[in-house]
C-alpha cells in the first residue's frame, strides 16, 4: 500500500497478557517513529529507528516495553503483561532521510486492556 | 532535543485569517522548524516545515524570525476543517527525532 499500515486496528487484551503491534512504513523510509496517546492527551514518544538502529528509545515507559525494526522495514512493539495504564492509541509514523521528509503517520492501534 | 513552546488554544473565526506562535529559543543551526496537525479522532498530518527563510505551500505559510527564535503559522482563511491541535517540532538535519509538545488546540467558529 502506498501509506503507513498498521495492525491490529483494535486490540482487546487482559491485563497481565504480552501484545505485539505492527508497523509498516512506507517503502524506502530510513526513519520510524513510535507514539502513544491516551484520550484527550498529546502524542508521547516511545521510541525512533533510523534503519534498523534505535538512536533514541528514551521514551519507553518501562521494561515491559521493546520495539525491533528489521531489514529496515516493518516494526515491531512489544508490550509484556500489559497493565490497565497501557491502553491508548498507538500511533506509527514514517519519513524518508532526506531534510524536512515528512512524516506520514497509520491510523494506529487502538489498545484497551481490561 | 530544543524545546518549543506555544499557547495552548487559541481562536479564530471563520475565513478570517490565524496566526499561531511558536518560541524556540535555543534553536541549533541545523534544526527545522515543522509543523503538523492534528484533526479530530486523526492521526497526525505534516503541514509544513523551513529553516530560515519564509515559506508558502497549499495549506498554510510560515513565517520564521531573523533570529530564528521564533516563528509563526499562518492559515490565511480558516475554514471549519482548520479545527485542530498545530504542533511546531524542531527537527535536526535530515535525521532528527520527532518529538510533540502539547500543541495549540485551535477552535474555529462559524
Known amino acids: 500500500g502506498a501509506g503507513v499500515s498498521q495492525s491490529p486496528s483494535n486490540k482487546v487484551t487482559e491485563k497481565g497478557k504480552d501484545v505485539e503491534l505492527r508497523c509498516d512504513p512506507i517503502?524506502?523510509?530510513?526513519?520510524l517513529y513510535w507514539y502513544r496517546q491516551s484520550l484527550g492527551q498529546g502524542l508521547e514518544f516511545l521510541i525512533y529507528f533510523q534503519g534498523n538502529s534505535a538512536p533514541d528509545k528514551s521514551g519507553l515507559p518501562s521494561d515491559r516495553f521493546s520495539a525491533e525494526r528489521t531489514g529496515g522495514s516493518v516494526s515491531t512493539l512489544t508490550i509484556q503483561r500489559t497493565q490497565q495504564e497501557d491502553s491508548a492509541v498507538y500511533l506509527c509514523?514514517?519519513?524518508?532521510?532526506?531534510?524536512?521528509?515528512?512524516?506520514?503517520f497509520g491510523q494506529g492501534t487502538r489498545l484497551t486492556v481490561v | 532535543d530544543a524545546k518549543t513552546t506555544q499557547p495552548n488554544s487559541m481562536e479564530s473565526n471563520e475565513e478570517e485569517p490565524v496566526h499561531l506562535p511558536c518560541n524556540h529559543s535555543t534553536i541549533s543551526g541545523t534544526d527545522y522548524i515543522h509543523w503538523y496537525r492534528q484533526l479530530p479522532s486523526q492521526g497526525p498530518e505534516y503541514v509544513i516545515h523551513g529553516l530560515t527563510s519564509n515559506v508558502n505551500n497549499r495549506m498554510a505559510s510560515l513565517a520564521i524570525a531573523e533570529d530564528r527564535k521564533s516563528s509563526t503559522l499562518i492559515l490565511h482563511r480558516a475554514t471549519l476543517r482548520d479545527a485542530a491541535v498545530y504542533y511546531c517540532i524542531l527537527r535536526r538535519g535530515s535525521q532528527g527525532n520527532l518529538i510533540f509538545g502539547k500543541g495549540t488546540k485551535l477552535s474555529v467558529k462559524p
Open positions: 517503502s524506502g523510509h530510513t526513519a
Open positions: 509514523a514514517s519519513s524518508p532521510d532526506r531534510v524536512g521528509g515528512e512524516a506520514f
